[in-house]
């Protein structure tokens, strides 16, 4: 029986293998792929170019005001950069404008092509790359992005015409060099920070959106991987007319130089949003000319935080005017949010920012003005609205200039003349918002993600598979032929105890099975890759079956009869089935905890803790009846119990053991000895359906927290 037991472990481990090095090759076929002209027409077509247009946007949480009137206009082809020192409200601006969840109170308005769209309608069109690049690493470049168009691209559209678009997308953004390089971690050989980042940007572009908002996309990389990554954006918004928001921190000079719009926030307000060709000359004009040599990104940080003071000759009082824009200027200032290689300048836009700056004054010649660098702190009068007296200067000096009514009248302008495109065929709202992949096809995509993700880490399986086999051959020699005594009993108790303690803490590795993707999935979920219930059956599906069925099915083929349990083929499937349930429940327990506490280090502890409390209720370590009343309740809730309970009857119910005193032989039959112990000879089916109801208890737990709260929270 060994032998027959030790062939059926090592033909089925064949199999697996059969199996994992079919699927490996097969997935990585990454051959011709070919698809026909109209299919190739309608990918190159499907992009509709967009204007971006935001308008007096606010925003409070908890009665503090974290944005203030802030508008702003992109026009496809162009890129505009939100910059801002920490704290200047730069990610919440751009979370509000993605249409992202927040949990304070937003108001405003944002157009896309002067039109009010609805937000399902809107989410089709944008895209949103977190600052935090976060990927399964043992996929490659082209899996990667793959996964994504696959999940989120038209279930209409076919898997040929998906894969070529995610090829397009490579070569648009120049990473179509490293496409079988895997994505990698923290630690082991992988692609570069910048790379990383152009290939969460892929992932977004797949699905062709007209505005792509990106989080801080230099963030952590060197200077010449983020100038890499900007002209990437760049040379995206120009040669493929999309329009590309992102925020950033403080770039070197060389990549502000190729912003066409920014926009300078401090403290939630705008102290510039406009060309970013005219920005010096703006700052120049009210007073605050950037040095010679000096990074004008530096220089406007520094700025918002108070760095940069008029000398006392300087008017520090502002005098509002009563600014009114003629409406041919403003005609021709338009050309300003005009999308072009080059921003141009305009006399009429010039003229209009120095009589503004005039009016603002009380010295007007602000190129004689000096700015110089203030060394010493200062203490700044705090204003009303909580803002010091410099800042409150610099918000009011654009409020009342050229730029900012430029900025509102063409908002103006351009949502009137949407307005007669309403129910037109041009009009945006007119795009019909294509089927997305059923749940069938979601888990499907899903599950060979995971399955792939699991085979190229094959350490886990490996090692619960080698623990399996060699414990149940140190138990089948251990416990070899045990006999049908006292003592028998005593061994086959230790045995089955044993196993439950073996299984139980091998199914703490559930715990990483949602933590390591916690990120990835709330990301995928809110970018809507999935719905949370086909990635969560997929994740049980590929955990339950390699790592919590293999393993007690290994060591029942191996161990069963060396120790020489009780013969039959049905005690052998009822002692499997027990055997099982109770590492599905065991795993159950721990996912659920892994999923509700997202700390690993305290789910761990909890796990650990709730393992040995059921160990303790279980019926060896103490006797179930003798435990205090008030304590008697816990031993429901111990799975361990169930399982003792129902394997000892399983294996004694009609067992006679004999015992050898002074020269007699006692028969003793097996449901005495289970009476004696505090368990009951009629629990065995009971209990089987206590671990099944335990187990989907659990696993019912997991799904619902899933689904309700482990999602964005901004």
Same mark, same amino acid.
Request: net charge neutral; hydrophobic share 45%.
């Given at each position: ?14 199999i ?8 490996a ?8 792929i ?23 946007? =606010? ?5 503090? $005001? ?5 508008s ?17 409200g ?9 249409k ?8 405003g ?12 309608q809107? $989410? ?10 976060v ?50 971690? @923290? ?26 908002f ?5 963030s952590?990389?060197d ?6 990554v900007v002209?990437c ?9 999309r ?23 401090a ?8 060309p ?30 108070g ?7 300087q008017?520090s ?7 009114t824009? #003629? ?22 836009f ?10 603002? /004054?009380?010295?007007? =010649? ?5 700015v110089?660098?203030?060394? #010493? ?14 800042l409150k ?58 399955f ?12 619960h598979?080698?623990?399996?086999v ?39 590795? =559930? ?31 590929? #955990? ?7 393993? @007690?099915?290994?060591?029942?083929l ?5 120790v ?5 083929? /049905? ?47 279980a ?14 309740w816990?031993?429901?809730?111990s ?29 003793v ?40 709260f ?5």
């Amino acid at each position: 029986m060994v032998i027959i037991g030790l062939s059926g472990v090592s033909l089925f481990l064949m199999i697996i293998g059969s199996v994992v090095t079919y699927y490996a090759r097969k997935s990585n076929g990454n051959g011709i792929i070919q698809i026909s002209d109209d299919e190739a027409g309608k990918l190159m077509a499907e992009h509709t170019p967009t204007s971006l247009i935001f308008s007096e946007i =606010s925003y409070t949480v908890n009665n503090r $005001k974290i944005l203030d009137n802030v508008s702003g206009i992109v026009q496809p082809g162009q890129v505009m950069a939100i910059m801002g020192a920490s704290g200047a409200g730069k990610t919440t601006l751009l979370d509000i404008l993605a249409k992202r969840l927040k949990s304070g109170t937003a108001t405003g308005s944002i157009y896309l092509n002067g039109q009010n769209v609805a937000s399902e309608q809107y $989410k089709k069109l944008i895209g949103y790359v977190d600052q935090e690049d976060v990927m399964i690493p043992t996929l490659t470049v082209y899996e990667t992005i793959l996964y994504s168009a696959l999940l989120r691209l038209p279930r209409s559209m076919s898997t040929a015409a998906k894969k070529f678009r995610v090829m397009e997308v490579m070569q648009e953004l120049g990473i179509d060099g490293i496409k079988d390089s895997k994505i990698g971690q @923290p630690g082991a050989r992988s692609i570069s920070g910048g790379e990383r980042r152009r290939v969460a940007i892929a992932c977004e572009l797949v699905t062709s959106p007209s505005v792509l908002f990106l989080d801080e996309p230099t963030s952590g990389l060197d200077a010449y991987n983020a100038l890499n990554v900007v002209e990437c954006l760049v040379n995206l918004a120009k040669n493929y007319k999309r329009t590309v928001v992102f925020t950033v921190h403080q770039p070197r000079s060389n990549i502000v130089t190729l912003f066409d719009q920014l926009l300078l926030l401090a403290s939630g307000r705008v102290v510039y949003s406009g060309p970013e060709s005219e920005a010096q000359s703006y700052f120049k004009l009210i007073g605050y000319p950037c040095p010679p040599g000096f990074n004008i990104a530096d220089y406007m940080i520094d700025l918002t935080m108070g760095a940069i003071r008029r000398l006392p000759n300087q008017p520090s009082s502002i005098v509002k005017p009563s600014l009114t824009a #003629d409406s041919a200027a403003v005609d021709e200032d338009n050309a300003f949010f005009a999308p072009s290689q080059t921003p141009k300048t305009t006399p009429s836009f010039q003229e209009g920012l120095e009589n503004t700056t005039e009016q603002w /004054a009380t010295q007007p =010649s602000a190129g004689n003005s000096n700015v110089t660098s203030a060394p #010493d702190i200062q203490v700044e009068e705090v204003q009303e609205d909580g803002l010091p007296s410099y800042l409150k200067d610099l918000v009011e000096y654009y409020q009342h200039s050229a730029i900012a009514v430029v900025i509102k009248d063409v908002i103006q302008n351009t949502v009137d003349a949407a307005q007669s495109l309403e129910g037109d065929q041009t009009s945006i709202n007119s795009i019909s918002i294509y089927q997305r992949p059923g749940p069938l096809a979601q888990f499907q995509i899903l599950a060979n993600r995971t399955f792939k993700n699991l085979y190229r880490n094959p350490m886990l399986m490996f090692s619960h598979y080698a623990m399996a086999v060699i414990l149940a051959l140190v138990c089948g020699s251990l416990f070899y032929q045990v006999s049908n005594t006292i003592a028998g009993f005593q061994n086959r108790m230790g045995l089955f105890f044993f196993y439950e303690a073996l299984l139980g803490f091998m199914c703490l590795t =559930s715990l990483q099975v949602f933590a390591s993707e916690r990120i990835l999935f709330v990301r995928e979920r809110a970018n809507g890759y999935y719905s949370p219930t086909t990635y969560f059956l997929a994740k049980v599906l590929f #955990d339950i079956i390699p790592l919590r069925v293999v393993p @007690p099915l290994m060591m029942a083929l191996i161990s069963y009869y060396m120790v020489g349990l009780v013969e039959g083929v /049905a005690q052998f499937f009822k002692f499997l089935l027990v055997l099982i349930l109770f590492n599905l429940t065991a795993a159950a327990v721990c996912l659920a905890i892994g999923i509700v506490v997202k700390n690993l280090s305290l789910a761990n502890l909890l796990a650990c803790m709730v393992m040995l409390f059921s160990m303790l209720f279980a019926g060896l370590l103490l006797n179930k009846d003798s435990m205090p009343p008030y304590f008697g309740w816990l031993k429901y809730l111990s799975f361990f119990n169930y399982t003792l309970e129902a394997m000892l009857v399983n294996e004694l119910l009609y067992l006679q053991l004999v015992e050898e005193r002074f020269g007699l032989k006692i028969d003793v039959p097996g449901a005495t000895i289970l009476s004696t112990f505090g368990f009951n000879a009629k629990n065995y089916w009971p209990d089987v359906i206590r671990l099944a109801s335990m187990f989907l208890v659990f696993i019912l737990i997991a799904y619902i927290w899933l689904v309700l709260f482990v999602k964005e929270r901004r």
